[in-house]
């Protein structure tokens, strides 16, 4: 029910405040939303070549594992490649890869591998992980 002792300025007023909100609102959602998905799924090194670039993450529940492993991908990658990094680096499952692509990405892995088990170890500890961007002509 409308009150008669309303000023309409007031309405206008409380509306343009009300818009402010939910666009403030909005903004912190997305904020809150973009750092969810950098704790679930951490990237830890993209592996940029001319054709391609490869994504190394750690996904939030491996925290819960004593190996240090890593998952690899294509941005367009839907099943990931599982790498073990220690006692050697071997290839777990090879997800949505080709072989050739499996064996391009074991290479990268076994090359930075100390970095890898680094990023590993900050991650494990909770830890901020900065991610390594290497850009690779090839």
Same mark, same amino acid.
């Given at each position: 029910?409308?009150?008669?002792? !309303?000023?309409?300025q007031?309405?206008?007023?409380q509306?343009?405040?009300?818009k ?17 998905k ?14 391609i670039v ?29 790498i ?7 290839l777990d499952? $090879? ?8 064996? !391009? ?13 680094? $990023? ?19």
């Open positions: 029910m409308r009150n008669d002792h !309303e000023n309409p007031d309405s206008c007023q509306k343009k405040a009300s402010i909100w939910k666009s403030q609102e909005k903004s912190l959602y997305l904020q809150a939303r973009k750092r969810i950098e704790r679930i799924m951490p990237k830890i090194l993209l592996y940029i070549t001319a054709k490869w994504q190394f993450l750690f996904w939030n529940t491996d925290y819960n594992e004593n190996r240090a492993h890593v998952h690899v991908g294509k941005r367009s990658t839907e099943h990931l490649c599982k073990w990094l220690e006692p050697i680096v071997e499952k $090879q997800g949505d890869l080709t072989d050739a692509q499996a064996k !391009e990405v074991l290479e990268i892995a076994k090359e930075y591998q100390e970095k890898l088990l680094h $990023q590993w170890k900050l991650f494990k500890e909770g830890k901020r992980i900065r991610i390594i961007t290497v850009r690779k002509k090839r």
